[in-house]
């Protein structure tokens, strides 16, 4: 059985600071990485994806991918409480486009 | 604008009813999905698709089916509603690897 696994939080940082959030999954030929981020009552929403290893930053946002160590992170810098939110990590199952997605972290950004 | 609509969204039925959720996305995209999600699972997959007639089971596919007659829609039908599928419903679209997907709003269904 494919995994992703998360920490489910909350984490709680200050409005301001670097929210650090990571993911790890078990299909050593995932190809495709993804970030989505889920407003309470909402649907999941696209905020980032990686596909090599190293860094990829979008504004405010930077994943992060370790191949080898089976590991992607998302960095959110300046964090806001428009932030707050519960943050999907989804992987491609082998090289097809079927994701399997992590049970979210919720993050919580107080002023 | 492109778009990835469900309906209904909000859903009460009884339990061992038929019920049919819809879904219809205007991406022109192959790839088609639904998920379901509940406390503590995140999201599971339950059928999927890469084409006009072709579907796949996922995950947690029984009690579930889908049809893919057109590029537009994958419809999701319950056969016979229990309790345990009590959930929110997401379907979801995508072009195809290594994109990634595009969700519609989600369907909140309650069988009593």
């Known amino acids: 059985q494919k995994e992703v696994e998360q920490n489910s939080g909350p984490l709680s940082v200050p409005e301001g600071a670097i929210a650090s959030l990571n993911c790890t999954y078990s299909?050593?030929?995932?190809?495709?990485f993804f970030w989505y981020r889920q407003y309470s009552g909402k649907s999941p929403e696209l905020i980032m994806s990686?596909?090599?290893?190293g860094d990829k930053e979008d504004g405010r946002f930077t994943a992060q991918l370790n191949k080898a160590s089976q590991y992607v992170s998302l960095l959110i810098r300046d964090s806001q409480p428009s932030d707050s939110a519960t943050y999907l990590c989804?992987?491609?199952?082998?090289?097809?486009?079927?994701?399997?997605f992590g049970a979210g972290t919720r993050l919580a950004v107080h002023p | 604008d492109a778009e990835i609509t469900q309906s209904p969204r909000h859903k009460i039925t009884e339990t061992g009813r038929q019920v049919t959720l819809a879904c219809h996305q205007t991406?022109?995209?192959?790839?088609m999905f639904w998920y379901r999600q509940d406390l503590g699972h995140g999201l599971r997959l339950i059928h999927y698709?890469?084409?006009?007639?072709?579907?796949n089971k996922g995950e947690v596919s029984d009690g579930y089916s889908v049809s893919r007659s057109n590029t537009e829609d994958l419809p999701l039908t319950l056969e016979s509603a229990a309790s345990s599928q009590t959930s929110v419903y997401f379907c979801?679209?995508?072009?195809?690897?290594?994109?990634?997907?595009?969700f519609g709003s989600g369907t909140r269904l309650t069988v009593v």
């Open positions: 299909d050593r030929v995932s190809q495709s």
């Open positions: 991406w022109n995209h192959n790839n």
């Open positions: 990686i596909y090599s290893n």
């Open positions: 698709s890469y084409g006009v007639q072709d579907t």
């Open positions: 979801a679209s995508s072009p195809g690897q290594p994109y990634g997907y595009t």
């Open positions: 989804a992987v491609s199952l082998g090289g097809y486009n079927k994701l399997i």
